[in-house]
């Protein structure tokens, strides 16, 4: 695989509790469940404020880096347990404890993550960005269309939503157990 290949593989289901359970500042952890239950980019989720957060609605304001705009996303049930046991605030939800008023350092968490891949026992060929192409295969898996993952991600072409899913081949795997030579087939 390509550097580019592999830093675009999603991690499984194992995977991610081996990861999460590696975790040992629960700070840290927030961080990583609200990139694998949004989808969302790193610095996405960096420079989310709490009152990007509505919590009435359960909604989320992001702003997407690549496109721009400002997208409207759901809070599932696990991010929502998430932020219920966070002490909400203002300003910056994942704010640096080095500088006031400023979020985390995108190279810090980045590296921290490393970090936790090894203590993990995971390989290194993941990234932050691994979690959201782990967002999009699970859900993909799951039966859910791809337009309407598109839209969780904010993408504005289907062609980049394809780049995420993993999937394709095992999601019809019932299809393709359609046909068994070795049974009769019934008409």
């Keep these: 695989l390509t550097k580019t290949n592999s ?4 991690l499984t289901l194992d995977e991610v509790r ?28 960096l420079y989310l404020r709490w009152d990007d957060i509505d919590m009435q609605r359960w ?19 696990g991010l929502q347990r998430v932020i219920q046991n966070m002490n909400t605030g203002s300003g ?3 704010e640096s404890t080095e500088r006031s008023g400023k979020p985390w350092n995108r190279h810090w968490v980045t590296h921290k993550f490393k970090r936790m891949l090894k203590l ?43 780049i995420y899913d993993h ?10 157990d359609m046909v068994d030579f070795e049974k009769a087939e019934e008409s």
């Excluded at 830093?7 to 999603?10: C, G, L, N, V």
């Excluded at 702003?63 to 759901?74: F, G, M, T, Y």
């Design 7 to 10: 830093t675009r593989k999603a």
């Design 92 to 94: 910056y939800i994942f």
């Design 120 to 162: 993990a026992d995971l390989p290194d060929e993941y990234s932050l960005h691994s979690l959201r192409h782990t967002y999009a295969t699970h859900l993909r898996e799951k039966g859910v269309p791809r337009d309407i993952i598109q839209t969780l991600l904010g993408h504005s072409s289907p062609d980049t939503t394809t």
């Design 18 to 45: 081996k990861l999460l359970e590696a975790v040992d500042e629960p700070w840290y952890l927030n961080y990583l469940q609200f990139l694998l239950y949004t989808g969302c980019r790193r610095s996405e989720i």
């Design 59 to 77: 909604t989320v304001r992001i702003q997407a880096e690549k496109v721009s705009k400002i997208l409207e996303l759901p809070v599932n049930k």
């Design 167 to 176: 999937s394709d081949a095992l999601h019809f795997r019932q299809f393709a």
